[in-house]
């Protein structure tokens, strides 16, 4: 199975900062991954695929990036929403996993 | 719009069967590309794949819970049911259907819409 991993696993920004989650595969998966944000008690929200594209209707602070098997999500100009968990998750083969998460929170 | 719903009992005993539906609306289970995805949330921890089911049939398992997990679709009912044998304590968590399109240019895609979650806890 392909592992991904998730750093940091907790972050504490203020509104305003940017923020960069890092999300590495154990083996190249392309660009075959998918960014997602969940809020306390809800379900998860597709941010972006394909590494760096956006799902309609996510605002443009949010960025993908990738660099062989390293991967980013970038959040500029935090707004009090964007406080939540990410997870990254590969679909280049099965089983899909997903990362550990990481949690942002307000400082 | 595509909207997916789970629904399924929130406690089950161990050993118990437990059987979740995922009822879909705005795409149809036949139309090409189409897959749906069921996932799980223990409390507190990361989200965990457990299988897909496609348009055209294919149908793949998470292998670490293969020998226990069905899913199955009644496209007649627009439904895709995931069963999950011999319950134990440690799949207690918020179960969730998604829905992806197998995109022409490659790869299987991602999961573009989720399901609100239902929550199962198994106890005794």
């Known amino acids: 199975d392909i592992q991904m991993t998730q750093s940091p696993s907790s972050l504490s920004a203020s509104v305003g900062d940017s923020v960069t989650i890092t999300c590495r595969a154990s083996q190249g998966v392309g660009t075959y991954l998918a960014w997602y944000q969940q809020k306390p008690e809800k379900a998860p929200n597709s941010l972006i695929y394909g590494a760096s594209s956006l799902q309609s209707g996510v605002p443009s602070r949010f960025s993908g990036g990738r660099s062989g098997t390293d991967f980013t999500l970038t959040i500029n100009n935090l707004q009090p929403e964007d406080f939540a968990t990410y997870y990254c998750q590969q679909y280049y083969a099965y089983p899909i996993t997903f990362g550990g998460g990481t949690r942002l929170e307000i400082k | 719009q595509i909207t997916l719903k789970e629904s399924g009992p929130t406690l089950v005993k161990p050993t118990q069967t437990l059987t979740l539906t995922c009822a879909v609306s705005?795409?149809?289970?036949?139309?090409?590309?189409?897959?749906v995805d069921w996932i799980r949330q223990p409390p507190g921890k990361a989200l965990e794949w457990l299988a897909v089911t496609y348009w055209h049939d294919a149908i793949f398992y998470n292998s670490y819970l293969k020998n226990r997990l069905t899913i199955t679709k009644d496209t007649s009912k627009n439904q895709v049911v995931l069963t999950l044998t011999n319950m134990d304590p440690v799949d207690t968590a918020t179960y969730y259907c998604?829905?992806?399109?197998?995109?022409?240019?490659?790869?299987?895609?991602?999961?573009?819409?989720w399901g609100q979650g239902t929550t199962v806890t198994v106890s005794s």
């Open positions: 705005g795409f149809s289970l036949t139309s090409r590309g189409v897959g």
């Open positions: 998604t829905h992806r399109i197998v995109p022409s240019t490659g790869g299987t895609g991602d999961l573009d819409v």
